[in-house]
Structures are given as structure tokens and as C-alpha cells.
């Protein structure tokens, strides 16, 4: 109650604004309140105008005007009271404007009736009551000061009636104003509920406007409606806009003409649009249907929901609903799909979609008991044009070779890129098991033919491993697996050919596997050794060097062929490791050695790409003593593929320590030249097939062993022939010009130990 009169501020509640709207009802009803304070003013004079002097009359007339225009002039200040909160500041004025009317209202009770007869007291006590009745209803919003005015106009008319004997009026009066206080407070209570329930509306309403108004502003969506005939009514801005027309053009038109286009005189509906149709027909909800509009000629995709609406006697009237332009997000969608299933670069599809296909594919065999198949497809020699000529031409390559398979696959068959240079071409009905062999057989043709990409005629191969289902895997992994296999195969065996898989590969991969296991737990059980292999004098037959061969002899596997265990050793990268292990062991074993005689070893291209390489041949130098130009490096043009750039600065930087650099199985690559230009090496090692092809008088062999003696003497490079195993082979070589001869002929490889004492027995001989 002392919160309503305005005597208490609680601290639950807004009741800031709630004061507001209290102090804002003041000055909608001023001119009503300086109208009845007229009224009773006049009456006043009227009862005490012959009693009263006339001075005293205009006095109070004169306060009582000043209190009035001071009222209302504050009262007037308070219009937006009710969008904002009333300051204490104010709530005090206005007390004190109240209090003031208060005690000029009580002058003439107090003043005035001693000169009246009762009558008059009793005329004067009901303009009072009036007023009090007034200023309950008028300042219903405010029972401060209409409890005030009771208060002091009351209680001094009570004092004068008691005064003056009047026991009965008064206590009249004092019931009068109980009633009249009571009442203003729960009149003010209910006046505020009613206030704070109204204003709660018209928020609730403003934020009902404000959403629909930046709902139907927004760039996306907008709101539709349709009558029971299912014609546009009660067009909005929004969706006029959607429709490229005015909203008079548009109300009444049938929905499904507007957003037709041809189709509605052609009767050739998209079927989203059948589907609209139906459902407004049927007259239910839907919720974001997908539906194609055409709008002057231009297809869009539409997403509209709706619900169907029904007038106070059930009736249905039609449709109103919501809708949004959602053809970019639809492109996107198509276009993230398409991404998610088709290679960018060659347009093929890629390998999830390969993948799906190959699924189909078995299960289209197993339902009609045939077979499918699945052939992987790997580039030979595109990682050298690729890492030469630079990822762009790489790129070029691959899309020029797409277009190639595009052109040779049938109808049936789904050909896909899986990665890099790898393709898959899915076979749906390979019943007819000669079709793998023969796409293999044009595939191979086709994709060596030369390629022109960048001014540059450019060649690669193919390899091909192809595996049936469900004969050779149940499983769409199964089957990938066993094609990788049959491809892994192909590779080995050198490239350009097709092979099929067969249950051997898989124990082929499991033997790759353990070996793979075995060894990387051979360095630590001391498994690996070093056989050293005699390079003599072609002329003296002097040992001049002996290049370091690493084996095998694994705890679980036995004796390992190096041409098994070192691919996999460059595979896993474990030739770091171990090529590191054979240069310490090559130079300790080098140190017992005449201090002429030099030391080979063969480094891989994994080794020459590792940063800490050069580091690795300082470090076996300076921890074995050996001299730098006793040691030489041994490299095949392959390291020059992945990486020329960074194995021709590491080659260079052991070079220039001293270190000598031979190139090993010269001529067997396909660009020697260009690395000679670009490199001094300290020796050319020619290939042990073109050797054996000289001794059988092979014009070409002799040929490019002439020139390669020939050149080396030009440039000042030594030359050693590899795999002499004969007396021919010494001749010819010897009548070539070779320098070096290596082979087994003048020795097999030996272990450190025999070719320690192979220096003791030239001692000898040299003595005798």
C-alpha cells in the first residue's frame, strides 16, 4: 500500500516505471481538474461572498490560482513519463504541489465558516467533499494526493465541526474521508495493474511488428498469402519483389501461374511445382518445400512453408505462409556435391565416387551371379615430369591424360582418378574377361603415345593392376587392395604392362610386410655387414678402391638379396638410419686400408634429400680419421628426379671437403647428359649391359661406350666399366679406354677382413 501511495520504493520490481506511468495519466487530465477547482471556487465565493470581506475572498482566490497554474504547468512535463523513469526529484515537487492546493482548499473551512451560519458550514463541507470525490477519480493514478487533500482538507473541517458542536457532521466526514482514502489506493492499485498489463500488450505488440517488419525487410524471405482458390492475396512488398511485379498486378493471380512461367500454358510442370499443387490442394501444412520457380524466362529455386487457415466458423480460406529465394544456397549445395564426388583438376570422378561405383558394381554381380571388375592405372615416369618441369605442367599432363581414358572406357564403365597419378577404371559387367585385357592393351597404347604440354613433347607410361570381384574379394576394399597388388607387381616388373592379381601377390605384400618389420629392428640386433668389391687399374691391374655392398643376414628371414630389402628400406625411409650405419662402417674399415686406396659407397636419393646428410659423411670422416678424398659417393641419375636442386647443392658441398662423386649405371636413365653438364663428377660408371654388349659386338653398345670414355676424357672424368666377368670383356674394355674396371673377374665382393689381406699378398708379390 505505501508503494502504491508512492511513500515507499521496494527493491523487487520495476517500479521506476511503474511511477512513470502513474505521473504520466496527471497531464492528460489537467483541464478536468482546473475546471472542477473553478466550479468550487465559485461556489465558495457564492456561499461567503456577503460575509467574507472582499479582500480576503481575492486572496485566496489568488492562491488558489497560483497553485492551480503551478500544478498544471508541472503537471504538463509529465506527457513521457511513461517512456522513462520519474526522478525523486519530481515525485517530491509534486507532493509539494499537492500539499500546497491541500492547505488552500483547507483556508475557507478554517478561515471562512466562523463567519457563516451551519448551513453554510454545511454547503462548504460538501463543495469539499466534492472536490475529495474529484480528486479520487482524477488522481486515480496518483492516491498521494488524493489521500493528501483528505488528509488536511478533512481533518480541518473535522476540527471546525467539532469546534462549532457539529459532533455528527463530523464524524461523518471522518468516515467520508476513511472511505475516500481507501478507495484512491485501490483504485490506484487497479489502475497500475491495468497500466502495466496495457503496456505489456503493446510492447508485446511493438516486437511483434518490429519482427514482422524486419522479417518482410530481409533479403531473403517474405510473406506469401493465398485464398481458398488458391490466387495470391494481401500481396506484401517483399514478395512482390521476389515476383519482379507490382503488388496491383500480382493480387488474384493464381500462385502456381505466377511462378510457372512457359510451363503453365505448355502444362510441362516441374514436379516440385505438382507437388505444391497438391498439397494446397489437399490443404496441408508443408514446411520448407523445395520448389523451381521460373520468373521472366529465369529458373529459381523457391523454399515455401505454409499452413492452411480457417475464418471463426471453421471455414477454410486458404494458405498464408513464409518463403525465401534459395537458389544460391542450392547452387552451392550442387556444387559442394559435385566437389565431394568429382576430381577439380580432371573432372573425373574421384575416389569416393570410384569407391561407390565399385560397390554397385559387386552388388550388381551377386545379384546376377556375374562378375565386375576394377583396374588401377599408375602413371610410369610422371613424378621425373612433374618434379622437373614443375606441378603446373604436371597438372596439364594429368588433364590431357583424362581425356584420353574418357575417350577409351565404354558406357558401362566408370573411369576415376584416386590421387596423384593414379586413375581406376570400374567395370560393371565383366563377364567377358577379355575386355580387361583389352582396355589394358589400349590404355597402355593410348597414354604413351607423346603428349605436347608447354611447348615441351613429353612421354609416360602406364601400369595397370586389374582384380576381379567377387572372385578375387568379396569387399570393395578387398578388391582395391588386391588391385594396388597386381599394380605393385606391374611396377616391379618394370612398368608398361598389365598384370591380374593372383593369390601369391598377397602373400608376395605379406613376405614385403614382416621384411619390413624385421627390419626395423635390424640395426640394433647387429644384423647388416659390408662386403667390399675390388676396383683395379685397367692397364696395372692395381686395386686403386673398393665400393662398400651393404647385406642382410636377418635372425628371421636369413640371407636378404639386396634387391629385395633395399627398396623397402628407401620406401620407409630406413635407408637414413642404415646408409649411415655403412658410411661409419665403410670409413673405419677404409682406415686399415694403404692410404691410397679410396672407399665407394652408394647413397640412395632419400639420403642426399635428408638436410643433416652432409653433416652424417663429416661426422663418419672425423669419427673414423679417413681422408676426405679417399671417400667417394656413389649416385644414380634417379636422385636427381625428386629433387635435382637439393642433391646437386649436397653433392657440391661434399665435393667441395674433397669427397669424390660417381655416377653409377650411366646410361641406363633417360637425361645423363643434362646432369653432366650441370655437375663434375669424379668418375662415370658405365652399366654392366652395355660391357656384356660391346663384348658381343653390339654395334650400339660399343657405340655408347666410346662415347662415354670419349666424353669423360673431355671433361676430365675418370670411367670404370662394371660387371667384367671375362678375358673378352677386359679386352674390349681395355681397347675402349676404360680407366677402371670393377667386376667379378678380378674379384667378388669380400668382407673386410679378406680384403685386408688381399694387401698383404700384393705385398708379397711385390717383394718376390
Partial sequence: MLAVIGLQEPVEGDWGRLRGLQYSSLAKLTFARLFGHAI????????????????????????????????????????????????????????????????VWAVPMIAFSPFGDPTQRMTLWTVLAMLM????????????????????????????????????????????????????????????????????????????????????????????????????????????????????????????????????????????????????????????????VTLRGSPRWWELSASPKVDENGTFIGFRGVGSDVTEQRESAEKIAWLARYDTLTGLPNRLMLTEALGNAMGYAEKWRTECAFMMIDLDRFKAINDTLGHLVGDQMLALVSERLKKIVHENEVCGRLGGDEFGVVIRDAANTQRVADLSAAIISTLSQPYEVDHHTLYVGASIGSAFGPRDGATVETLLRNADLALYRAKDDGGGRHCGYEPS?????EERRKLEFSMRHALERDEFSLMYQPVVDAVSEKVLSFEALLRWNSNEHGFVSPAKFIPIAEDTRLIVPIGEWVLRTACREAMKWPGNIKIAVNVSGEQLLDPYFAETVVGALTASGLSPHRLEIEVTESIFVRDGATAQMTLENLMGIGCGVALDDFGTGYSSLGYLRKMRFSTIKVDRSFVQGAAKSNPESLAICRAVVAMADSLEMSTTAEGVETELELEVIRKIGCKKIQGYFFGRPMTGADALSLFGKIRQRERA
Avoid: C
Avoid at 48 to 58: F, P, R
Avoid at 86 to 95: D, G, M, V
Avoid at 505 to 509: I, N, P, S, T
Fill in 40 to 103: 468550487a471556487a465559485l461556489m465558495v465565493l457564492q456561499i461567503y461572498a456577503a460575509q467574507v470581506h472582499a479582500v480576503a475572498m481575492i486572496g485566496w482566490m489568488a492562491l488558489l490560482t497560483g497553485a492551480l497554474y503551478s500544478g498544471a504547468r508541472f503537471d504538463r512535463s509529465l506527457l513521457d513519463a511513461d517512456r522513462r523513469r520519474i526522478s525523486r526529484h519530481e515525485i517530491h515537487r509534486q507532493t509539494l504541489n499537492s500539499l500546497a492546493m491541500s492547505v
Fill in 133 to 292: 470525490t474529484g480528486m479520487a477519480v482524477t488522481f486515480v493514478a496518483l492516491p498521494i494526493a488524493t489521500v493528501m487533500f483528505a488528509g488536511v482538507v478533512g481533518v480541518s473541517a473535522m476540527m471546525t465541526l467539532v469546534f462549532f458542536g457539529q459532533y455528527t457532521a463530523a464524524a461523518i466526514a471522518a468516515v467520508f474521508i476513511a472511505i475516500v482514502s481507501v478507495g484512491a489506493i485501490d483504485a490506484a492499485r487497479t489502475f497500475l495493474i491495468a497500466r502495466v498489463a496495457e503496456a505489456g500488450m503493446v510492447e508485446k505488440s511493438e516486437v511483434v511488428s518490429l519482427l514482422l517488419r524486419e522479417f518482410e525487410e530481409g533479403d531473403a524471405d517474405w510473406l506469401w498469402q493465398v485464398d481458398a482458390n488458391r490466387r495470391v492475396r494481401s500481396v506484401s512488398p517483399r514478395f512482390a519483389f521476389a515476383l519482379g511485379d507490382d503488388p496491383a498486378d500480382i493480387d488474384g493471380k493464381p500462385l502456381i501461374q505466377l511462378i510457372a512461367g512457359e510451363a503453365w500454358d505448355s502444362g510441362h510442370f516441374h514436379s516440385s511445382l505438382h507437388d505444391l499443387a497438391e498439397r494446397l490442394k489437399r490443404r496441408e501444412s508443408f514446411s520448407n518445400l523445395l520448389v523451381r
Fill in 505 to 509: 601377390l598377397h602373400a608376395h605384400a
